[in-house]
């Protein structure tokens, strides 16, 4: 017998009534051979018993558990998304939102989508950093707020609801957001 082992993985549905299998539900599959090789076939458990066994010798047979696929994970952060959030802030040059644009900046350079070209220091100090975007050659002119590690959080999670990402689990709103009251309003 010298036939390829081209065996495909468990079917979605039975092979006898093309009922499709629940996730997690038990399942009976067999392998046979058939004139072209051997071929899988898996049967919900109400076909089981009547299966053909005219059709080609079963070689072997056994009980499993149909798994669905899993769902692919959204990616976390479009790169429109924030590519387009990027040239919002900085067309309204807005300075509340200097450090959401550097936050954007910095996403969009780890994404391979902006590679630093230049650092400028200018005489107060500040520094400037120059982007150009792989694709378009644009230039991008973002100054550096000079973030400390304790303020980088708050802004990510500035810039997360901006772009409409929900906060990781065990982070609640923002820092700066307003806090909810509860009570009557009376104080003590």
Known sequence: MNSEWNIRICSDQCASCQKKFADR?????????????Y?????????????SMVDGAEVSAWSAKWL????????PLKKETAESLLREL?????PSKRNVIFILAVMLERRRILVEKEVQTQPDGLKIRVY???QTGESFVVPDP???LKEIESVQMEVMEL???????????RPDAPAETTGSGDSP
């Not at 539900?25 to 090789?37: H, I, K, N, Q, Y």
């Not at 772009?163 to 709103?173: A, D, E, R, S, Y």
């Open 25 to 37: 539900e038990t399942l009976m599959s067999r392998l046979r051979f058939a004139p072209d090789g």
């Open 39 to 51: 071929l899988r076939e898996d049967y919900c458990p109400a076909c089981w018993p009547a299966r």
């Open 68 to 75: 669905a696929p899993e769902k692919k994970a959204s990616e």
């Open 90 to 94: 900085m067309e309204t040059e807005d």
């Open 132 to 134: 150009e975007h792989k």
């Open 146 to 148: 000079q973030l400390r």
């Open 163 to 173: 772009l409409g990402i929900p906060p990781p689990p065990g982070k609640g709103p």
